[in-house]
């Protein structure tokens, strides 16, 4: 049996999906995973989100951190490009004297 509020919360999640033509698959939780997620994704500052989301640890941010490798191979690669620019230019300079 869920609590009142809970209750109260659900019934006015559907009445607003149903008014806003959404998927019934959406239900409360998959909203807030979605905000989590995406509120992560775009401020990266887990401390925030876990607050917005009234989160008592940081811990409880996990789920919603889905870490992709794309962001960190391109960071990799720029810090390469601009070692190896360097090394290039430090070349020209030695060349050029």
Wanted: proline share 3%; aromatic share 8%.
């Amino acid at each position: 049996m869920e609590s009142g509020h809970l209750t109260t919360i659900a019934q006015g999640f559907q009445a607003a999906r149903g008014r806003a033509g959404l998927d019934k698959k959406l239900v409360p939780y998959s909203a807030r995973h979605t905000y989590g997620t995406y509120t992560m994704e775009k401020s990266g500052n887990a401390f925030a989100v876990s607050k917005s989301m009234g989160h008592a640890d940081l811990k409880s941010m996990e789920p919603y951190q889905h870490q992709e490798l794309e962001p960190l191979r391109v960071a990799i690669n720029q810090r390469n490009r601009r070692k190896k620019f360097g090394q290039v230019f430090g070349q020209l300079l030695e060349n050029a004297t």
